[in-house]
């Protein structure tokens, strides 16, 4: 079955440095991977979409990547803030219809002054 | 952008009775609606797809009779939880598709 894992449940890290999470995924091959920022009680956001044949995109201060050899993708997020502090999500496609996605737990980042 | 709007925000309700959840595309139609559920510190599951105009399609191990969805409008499906359990309790989500995926705020049931 298919399997989704984001590298660590929590990530801490200092005002205006990068925050890199990382979303490995197995058993699959997606035609697509997009990231969500989620806010405690709140549904999710969406970031990024980032395509099999697409090895990097850019949004602001955001940036992914997307491995599909190693069937991975980074998530990074530079000169970060601490308003960037949320749980992010990444999700991939189950094929057919956008909306139907398999997420990940999620990792939560917080960014402190 | 294209907002979702779902209410209630929260519920608790005893056990033994049924809940509706609404979910209102507000300025755009959308024909799908997605139906996702949350426990704490766990991933999103996709429980079902919503059609206007037709059944939904619900995914492997989620009860139709039990989640009963209705999308009668291209703006508005619902979902009721039928005969609420304790073991019902989470954070019920909804989206829909704009040329990308927009989601609701979510309802916490708690059922007691």
């Known amino acids: 079955s298919q399997k989704i894992e984001q590298n660590s449940e929590a990530l801490n890290i200092q005002e205006g440095k990068t925050a890199t999470l990382t979303c490995n995924y197995t058993?699959?091959?997606?035609?697509?991977l997009q990231w969500y920022r989620q806010d405690p009680g709140r549904g999710p956001v969406f970031l990024l979409l980032?395509?099999?044949?697409?090895k990097e995109k850019r949004k602001e201060r955001l940036k992914v990547t997307f491995d599909t050899t190693l069937k991975q993708s980074l998530f990074h997020i530079t000169a970060s803030q601490p308003a960037d502090s949320a749980t992010y999500l990444c999700?991939?496609?189950?094929?057919?219809?956008?909306?139907?996605?398999?997420f990940g737990r999620g990792t939560q980042l917080t960014v402190w002054p | 952008g294209a907002v979702v709007s779902q209410h209630p925000s929260w519920v608790i309700c005893k056990s033994g009775t049924s809940v509706k959840i609404e979910c209102r595309s507000l300025?755009?139609?959308?024909?799908?609606m997605f139906w996702y559920r949350q426990f704490p510190k766990q991933s999103l599951m996709l429980m079902a797809t919503?059609?206007?105009?037709?059944?939904?399609?619900?995914e492997q191990g989620v009860e139709k009779d039990k989640f009963l969805i209705n999308h009668a409008s291209l703006t508005l499906s619902t979902l009721t939880v039928t005969s609420a359990h304790p073991e019902d309790s989470s954070f019920y989500i909804c989206?829909?598709?704009?040329?990308?995926?927009?989601f609701g705020s979510g309802t916490q049931l708690s059922v007691l």
């Open positions: 989206s829909a598709s704009a040329k990308k995926l927009f």
């Open positions: 058993n699959y091959s997606p035609a697509y």
């Open positions: 980032i395509r099999e044949n697409e």
């Open positions: 999700a991939l496609d189950r094929g057919s219809t956008l909306g139907r996605l398999y």
């Open positions: 300025d755009f139609q959308a024909t799908t």
């Open positions: 919503s059609n206007e105009g037709s059944k939904a399609t619900y």
